[in-house]
């Protein structure tokens, strides 16, 4: 079954550090992979997505990510975060049946 | 509705009793799934719906658990007999159908079995 491995449970960064929450997953087919974050109180949202080509993908609030196929990863990242970041991340992949298998998140702690 | 709504946000039950949770997905959705998520783990997929029939079931922990969906809107998901280890975070979620991959949230039942 596929699985999907998200590394870091907690980080806690200051304002203007870079961010960058790793992303695994095990099967080596044709994937689509997405980021969702969560805000405190908010519903689970859409961060970015990856079907195909650039394997660099571009999200909202400046977040990016990267499909390293070789690695089977797709992590995430943020060159300078700000506290509003403040937030849960999940890491998804589906594999053809368009249902997600979710990382079990990692929890983002922005300090201003 | 402009979201995915649930029902209730919190529900408090005692071991033993049936309850249910409720899902309005976003008007013209017609694909719906539902989670759960435990605290610290990722969201398990339970089961989903294209229009009004579920085609994958396996998701489903046990069968204390059920889900319909009716008219192509509302779904329930019923816990009969609900245990402690039920106690989690119900998600649900809808997208435009099956294809788009992308899924809107609602913003979870959060059940607690005494």
């Known amino acids: 079954a596929q699985s999907v491995s998200q590394h870091n449970h907690h980080v806690i960064l200051s304002e203007a550090a870079s961010l960058e929450l790793g992303c695994n997953y095990s099967?080596?087919?044709?994937?689509?992979l997405f980021w969702y974050v969560q805000y405190p109180g908010q519903h689970l949202q859409l961060l970015l997505k990856y079907f195909s080509g650039d394997p660099l993908v571009k999200g909202i609030k400046g977040f990016e990510a990267e499909f390293i196929k070789s690695k089977f990863s797709f992590n995430l990242r943020k060159p300078s975060v700000q506290w509003s970041d403040t937030a849960e991340y999940f890491c998804?992949?589906?594999?053809?049946?368009?249902?997600?298998?979710f990382g079990r998140g990692t929890s983002l702690i922005v300090h201003p | 509705g402009a979201g995915v709504s649930q029902s209730p946000s919190n529900k408090v039950t005692e071991k033993g009793k049936d309850v249910e949770l409720r899902c309005d997905p976003i008007s013209g959705h017609t694909a719906l799934y539902w989670y759960r998520q435990r605290l610290g783990q990722g969201l398990e997929f339970l089961i989903y719906?294209?229009?009004?029939?579920?085609?994958?079931k396996s998701g489903l922990p046990s069968d204390r658990f059920s889900a319909e969906r009716t008219g192509e809107s509302v779904s329930t998901l019923t816990i009969q007999r609900t245990q402690q280890e039920d106690s989690a975070v119900y998600l649900c979620?809808?997208?435009?159908?099956?294809?788009?991959?992308?899924?809107?949230f609602g913003p979870g039942t959060r059940l607690t079995v005494l």
């Open positions: 998804a992949v589906t594999l053809g049946s368009y249902i997600p298998t």
């Open positions: 719906f294209q229009g009004n029939s579920a085609p994958d």
């Open positions: 979620a809808s997208s435009f159908n099956i294809g788009s991959v992308e899924q809107f």
């Open positions: 099967y080596g087919g044709t994937v689509n």
